[in-house]
């Protein structure tokens, strides 16, 4: 990444949340002094972990090998790319930075459908390796466990499957509706019914799943109008449920929890044709509704024009 790439980028300390210059050895900060290194074509703005690790990264590798045929992957950035089109309708003129960018996969698949990236930032080298060979845009690597080194001035921004992973996630969403402009676009997408909160969760690190209700509230209180909130993965709801109490009724739960969570990777041919098509006919009933249950929520929601 040259420093032009990043320069524009409203990028801020994470020491201090003063914002960057330009140097020749990198950035540095323009109040406490601070140089960042730029290094493999990411900027690496971090001072350290705070708190319990948000994410196993061993699978952003097998991410990358499955997630542009498993039936789930494709439907969610099928339906991401759906709701930035019938939401958010000057979304040319906007530049999307997404916060928690993983393997990069959904990054990539709407940059070449048009959709302009701003750049993109995750905890994890090794999320950036892997983004870097399928998308041309900043990435900077963060601290996990802190709020992103962000400045204001940002017109779109994502979390895709993030919030969940976030000890404080009315913190995040104040945050992020402090830092987009005045009529700036937040998608965010997370998972569920917190009923079907199980073994897989916690092994994937996840605080929560939220209700429909939950989540538009949190929304709401940091100061976000919302634009969309609906369920998606209805058809993966009953399966779900049967196979969580199949689960719970085996010894070593948590052995086959793990067992089950690496088979869920797993691109079964004759499995994921029907739940592709299934979540196909969900994704063409959301252009003209809404689901009232699903395994995923997905929101679009807005920094009021005026708002402060």
Same mark, same amino acid.
Request: charge should be positive; glycine fraction near 10%.
């Given at each position: ?83 930035? =089109? #019938? !939401?958010?309708?000057?979304? @040319? ?9 993983? %393997?990069?996969? $959904? *990054? ?98 996840? =605080? #929560? !799943?939220?209700?429909?209700? @939950? ?9 976000? %109008?919302?634009? $969309? *909130? ?79």
């Amino acid at each position: 990444m040259s420093e032009a790439s990043w320069e524009g980028l409203p990028l801020v300390c994470p020491r201090c949340r003063t914002s960057l210059s330009a140097g020749s050895g990198g950035p540095s900060c323009t109040g406490c002094g601070t140089r960042y290194r730029v290094e493999g074509g990411v900027l690496h703005l971090s001072v350290g972990r705070d708190g319990a690790p948000n994410y196993d990264p061993h699978y952003f590798d097998t991410l990358e090998q499955v997630e542009d045929r498993h039936f789930w992957f494709v439907a969610r950035r099928e339906i991401v790319l759906d709701a930035l =089109r #019938r !939401r958010v309708p000057d979304l @040319e003129r906007r530049r999307l930075f997404d916060i928690g960018c993983g %393997s990069g996969g $959904l *990054l990539q698949y709407l940059a070449a459908r048009g959709v302009g990236v701003a750049g993109a930032c995750d905890a994890y080298a090794r999320s950036l390796d892997l983004v870097r060979r399928r998308v041309d845009a900043p990435l900077v690597l963060v601290d996990e466990g802190r709020l992103p080194p962000l400045g204001r001035g940002h017109t779109l921004l994502s979390l895709f499957d993030v919030l969940e992973h976030l000890d404080d996630d009315r913190e995040m969403l104040r945050f992020l509706h402090s830092v987009l402009v005045p009529g700036g676009v937040l998608l965010i997408t997370v998972p569920a019914h917190p009923f079907l909160f199980d073994e897989r969760d916690e092994l994937a690190c996840h =605080r #929560r !799943r939220y209700q429909r209700s @939950e989540l538009k509230a949190k929304l709401e209180e940091a100061g976000f %109008s919302v634009r $969309l *909130l609906t369920h998606f993965g209805a058809s993966l709801v009953p399966p779900l449920v049967a196979l969580n109490a199949l689960t719970s009724l085996m010894p070593e739960k948590r052995r086959r929890s793990r067992e089950r969570q690496v088979m869920e990777f797993q691109v079964v041919p004759v499995v994921n044709g029907v739940l592709r098509a299934a979540l196909t006919l969900e994704r063409l009933w959301l252009r003209v509704g809404s689901l009232p249950f699903g395994s995923s929520l997905i929101a679009v929601a807005a920094r009021p024009e005026g708002a402060r």
